[in-house]
């Protein structure tokens, strides 16, 4: 069963504006971690931004902040002032007990192009 | 700031060759993983490495497939025969905190088997 969803379309968003990427999460655990990743086309996956299951509050991070909304199972990125560099495929990703298993679960990501 | 390395960036090979996709994690890391990327597919985990022994695989991670440490700093993924689906973009990722912290992704080495 597919543990992360990320459904959007490719978005198109105007510089200096703010995107909220979707990520909805599966899992019938109590303790867990959301990461989200941004893969620029040069390939390399560039960690963003993390928020632990039982924090309290949503996890911020320069530009990049998350809405975790547990009790939905979501875990939105935002970003804020859209910039040409951040055009790229973002990635959400969950890690799940038991403690020892560290294998993070991806989505298939959401493609963000940031036009001037 | 220190990074994951892993070379080489690229590599071509013919199917049923031995290849061997090399990494340097960070430094004080202990935990060392293997992703890979299938092209435009989502990253998928292949193994996770802690004290000099596999501590998790995944399905795809057969036996055709192998991790080793062979000294401090680096830590290798070996492909014994490889076929055409295994070409991908392969991730080293470390990560410390007794592994429950970020896992850190190298840059990738793209393989192309034909």
């Known amino acids: 069963a597919q543990k992360i969803t990320q459904t959007q379309p490719g978005m198109f968003v105007q510089e200096k504006e703010a995107v909220t990427l979707d990520c909805t999460y599966d899992t019938s655990d109590q303790s867990y971690g959301l990461f989200w990743y941004k893969q620029p086309s040069s390939g390399e996956m560039i960690f963003l931004i993390y928020q632990g299951s039982y924090d309290e509050q949503n996890a911020t991070e320069g530009r990049y902040s998350l809405n975790f909304q547990k009790a939905r199972k979501s875990a939105n990125l935002v970003i804020s002032a859209s910039q040409l560099g951040d055009s790229a495929m973002y990635f959400c990703?969950?890690?799940?007990?038991?403690?020892?298993?560290?294998?993070?679960?991806f989505g298939k990501g959401n493609q963000v192009v940031v036009i001037p | 700031e220190p990074e994951v390395t892993q070379t080489p960036s690229h590599q071509v090979t013919q199917m049923g060759q031995e290849v061997i996709l090399r990494c340097v994690p960070i430094s004080n890391h202990l935990y060392f993983y293997w992703y890979r990327q299938i092209l435009g597919q989502k990253v998928e985990f292949l193994v996770s490495f802690y004290n000099n022994e596999i501590s998790e695989k995944s399905e795809i991670f057969d036996d055709q497939f192998s991790v080793e440490r062979p000294d401090g700093s680096n830590f290798t993924l070996k492909i014994r025969s490889t076929k055409l689906e295994d070409s991908a973009m392969y991730f080293c990722?470390?990560?410390?905190?007794?592994?429950?912290?970020?896992?850190?992704f190298g840059p990738g080495t793209r393989l192309l088997v034909l």
């Open positions: 990703a969950m890690r799940e007990p038991p403690y020892g298993n560290n294998r993070l679960a």
């Open positions: 990722a470390s990560s410390g905190l007794g592994g429950m912290g970020t896992q850190y």
